[in-house]
């Protein structure tokens, strides 16, 4: 239980930190695209016997790189493209999964979320992994919030968008294949895009959102993984519908 309570935590600042640059963009279904895609990611790992969560977390990688290429090419929005990744990807996920034998209590843990099963060597990877992305992410603030604000204006100012989409989309990439250990894929977005949006609700500025959804974050995890333990059920929903619970709270709370 201490092991996913501190897992639980990293992962939970580090979703806080990039929902909010997600919520800013406007861009809240890439994050589901991103975590419903590596389904095949996962299926790969356990059709071969490799480790299914680094064969998704390749796979969410490659599908932010190919991203802003496709977008380039066919002039087509983000959300058309991941409207197509998605619903491929999963199929192939699917198709993969249905030739292999013995696979459902697996992919019922990557569906779901298994952190009660976390264990140190996941959790030192997740932490490493982690400052290293809150650090890139440091370097490029301001820059990732001008484009999140106005991206044809960032470039008259002459910061280089393409260069910094990239590396945002990977790191929020590598960001949800982590959290996919704490909630699963079915559920990853829902701590991306809530704590985010329940910061919105009371923050008078970007830099005190930046300090409550993570806050509401931790919470959700602290409470539904305490929840999960006292009523026997499974972590990764408890934490979702604990986090859905503090937002439709603050929501009331905020107009009344």
Do not use: C
């Not at 389904?39 to 299914?52: D, E, H, S, W």
């Not at 559920?187 to 949006?197: E, H, M, R, S």
């Amino acid at each position: 239980m201490q092991r996913a309570f501190i897992g639980g935590i990293i992962i939970a600042l580090l979703l806080a930190y990039f929902g909010i640059f997600a919520m800013l963009r406007r861009s809240s279904f890439f994050g589901d695209a991103i975590a419903h895609s590596s389904l095949t990611g996962v299926a790969l790992g356990i059709l071969f016997g490799v480790n299914p969560l680094l064969l998704s977390l390749l796979y969410a990688v490659l599908v932010a790189f190919i991203l802003p290429v496709l977008r380039k090419k066919s002039d087509l929005h983000t959300d058309s493209l991941l409207g197509i990744i998605l619903p491929v990807s999963m199929a192939i996920g699917v198709i993969l999964l249905s030739v292999t034998p013995g696979y459902q209590p697996e992919l019922m843990s990557f569906l779901f979320g298994s952190i009660l099963g976390i264990s140190w060597e996941y959790i030192i990877f997740t932490g490493v992994t982690a400052i290293v992305l809150f650090f890139v992410a440091r370097v490029y603030h301001k820059k990732l919030l001008n484009i999140a604000f106005d991206a044809e204006y960032s470039q008259l100012l002459g910061i280089r968008v393409g260069m910094i989409d990239m590396i945002y989309h990977v790191a929020l990439a590598i960001s949800i294949v982590i959290g996919i250990q704490l909630v699963g894929i079915v559920l990853v977005n829902a701590l991306l895009i809530i704590p985010a949006a329940t910061s919105r609700l009371f923050a008078g500025s970007l830099k005190s959102m930046f300090v409550l959804a993570p806050i509401f974050s931790t919470i959700s995890v602290i409470i539904g993984l305490t929840g999960s333990y006292l009523f026997n059920v499974p972590s990764g929903p408890m934490i979702a519908v604990v986090s859905g619970l503090i937002f439709l709270t603050a929501l009331i709370w905020k107009n009344l």
